[in-house]
């Protein structure tokens, strides 16, 4: 005699001692087609079922992604909804079976619902004691089904990807690297390390001052497991190349580095695949593609990846075509003007992702709305920190001398310069006789008679709107201290006009009398501003703590005039992390000016009397007179 059973959430036959699985088919009818009655459903072993009723309407079968209460691990269960919009939690059982019983009411499937559940779910690696393997792999493919209305209810908020990166064996730090990481830039290390192992990508987004170049360095050199991350290759503005070879030098020494830019690059792939890591310039990428794509690099790391927010760009198209086991994007600006950007960026770091463009377009419009609905998507291949969330974690003042290079252009017009002044003055050279090259070094418009069109790109210039492009976009202040009116004025004039923002100049053409208005003004105006200053003018007796960050756009003799310049902001008052930026040309006097600034602070440090002087300083003056840009181009 076969008797009907109620085994948990799923009924089932029972012949004697045996249990037959029964399917939803068999279940409707008998008991709403062959007339089953009460009294033949028996819940387990003991009594009858005194009230059970059955549904005609099909549940909805989904995946339910959520993080457990106690140990925060990403977990995978299955849900039922029912067609008034309840929902509950299945057995594997009841979902294999194709039915289920929840809260005295017998529920069937949709035909095939259930075998397309139990293959996502074989699809994802989900295990029989209810979980599912932490890999980020699984977790971005259910995230993406779910926001395109698929049978999955996301549920895992951004925290619970925490569990991903907990690794209490690897919490001291990374190995082999000459700096003591703060915590944030441990939690971003060990981040980047599992996107690496992991083979996806990833995008570091913290804002600037934070020590993203520490975090991507610390991830190439340590990002666990067996040694290094093996073949990577950096692009980046031509300017920056420079700051990441020193960069690496300075915190991973071990690591070997080429940077391939310029005339004297090579043309051989043996020549990349022998070192470490390969800096090369977005431009250069576009010139020597066919040579890049000869190499599967094992991580390709694209620094001020807004480079590529535009999708249709020949440099953009160029980065994507890269052979690469892992992207990783590094950008303080992730979205600058549409979301279309944040796509572009996306689109590198895992192709295909988000979608292709017009899928994207059709799906997202530009707006607040779509940002939130993009958010989920996102969150577990972005890591963002605010310096305002983590300021407990930094000094009160970040200094960041940062390096650029030039042009092959503008390293050959500097070249001329130097040969002048050089056949000029020979040993009779004095600071008078560097003005030109430091005039240079600001803008070749800014020589008096020099002919060239200040108007034109130059990339130190260049790089301080990307700076802007950063700082106002997150509604802060900037002060940046230059020599040189002509520079100051153009500056001011840059800053208003692209970026619509409050700009003005402080400087011996503005009366004494009338500078603390003007900076009252400054600090009262809510937004984003920026103030351009005359060291010499600005730099003692100032309180500007409105601004939190501060820009030498070229460096000074004297170092006690940078410092009492940086300290308008860096004082008494100032409730934000300072951001001290020096922006610095290898190779050239600001490079032997630079270097002259940390000896003497080093000395003033160290509290040394009478070390220094004239021999010193002409020393100094010859140095800067030899260095030449175009020379580093050669070696």
Known sequence: MKIWILRGDVLEIAEGENRIP????????????????????????????QELSFSRYPIVLKLRISADEITGKPTLSTIAQTHIGASFPI????LERGHVVHDGTWYPAAPGAAEGVIDLMREVGYTDDGGMPPTLRGILHLKKIASEGGPVVDELGRDALK?????????????????????YQCDGWRWLGFIIREQLGGLLADEMGLGKTLQIIS?????????????????????????????IAK??????????????????????????????????????????????????????????????????????????????????????????????????????????????????????????????????LMLRRRVADVATDLPQRIDIPEFLEMSEHEATAYEVVRQEIFQEYGA????????????????????????????????????????FEEIFSRGEKALVFTSYTKIADLIREMAAARFQVLAATLDGRLAIDERQGLIDGFSAHVGPAVLVLNPRAGGSGLNITAANHVIHYNPEWNPALEDQASARAYRRGQQLPVTVRSLIYAGTVEEVIAERLKRKRHIAEAAIIGSGGQDEDYADILGALERSPLARRTE
């Open 22 to 49: 029964a399917s939803a088919e068999e279940v409707y009818q008998s008991v709403l087609e062959g007339g089953a009655v009460w009294q033949d459903l028996i819940p387990g072993k003991t009594g009858a079922a």
């Open 91 to 94: 057995s594997n059982r009841a």
């Open 163 to 183: 569990y991903l990166l907990s690794e209490p064996e690897r919490a001291i730090g990374p190995e082999s690297i000459r700096a003591q990481l703060y915590p």
């Open 219 to 247: 991830a190439l050199r340590d990002p666990g497991g067996n040694g290094a991350a093996g073949a990577a290759l950096v692009i980046a503005p031509g300017s920056l190349l420079e700051n990441w070879v020193r960069e």
């Open 251 to 380: 915190f991973s020494p071990d690591l070997t580095t080429y940077k391939h830019q310029g005339s004297s690059r090579t043309g051989r792939p043996a020549d990349l695949q022998g070192v470490d890591v390969v800096v090369t310039s977005y431009d250069t990428v576009t010139r020597d593609l066919s040579l890049l794509k000869m190499i599967e690099w094992n991580v390709v790391i694209l620094d001020e990846a807004q480079n590529i927010r535009n999708p249709k760009a020949l440099r953009t198209k160029s980065v994507k075509e890269i052979n690469r086991r892992v992207g990783l994007a590094v950008t303080g600006t992730p979205v600058e003007n549409r979301l279309l950007d944040l796509w572009s960026i996306m689109d590198f770091v895992v192709p295909g992702y988000l979608g292709d463009l017009e899928e994207f377009e059709a799906r997202y419009s530009d707006d607040l709305d779509a940002a939130a609905s993009l958010e989920p998507l996102i969150s577990p």
């Open 428 to 467: 009779a050279a004095n600071l008078v006789s560097l003005g030109k090259l430091r005039q240079f070094c600001a803008h070749p418009g800014a020589i008096e008679g020099y002919g060239s069109d200040i108007n034109l790109s130059f990339s130190k210039f260049e790089r301080l709107k990307e700076l």
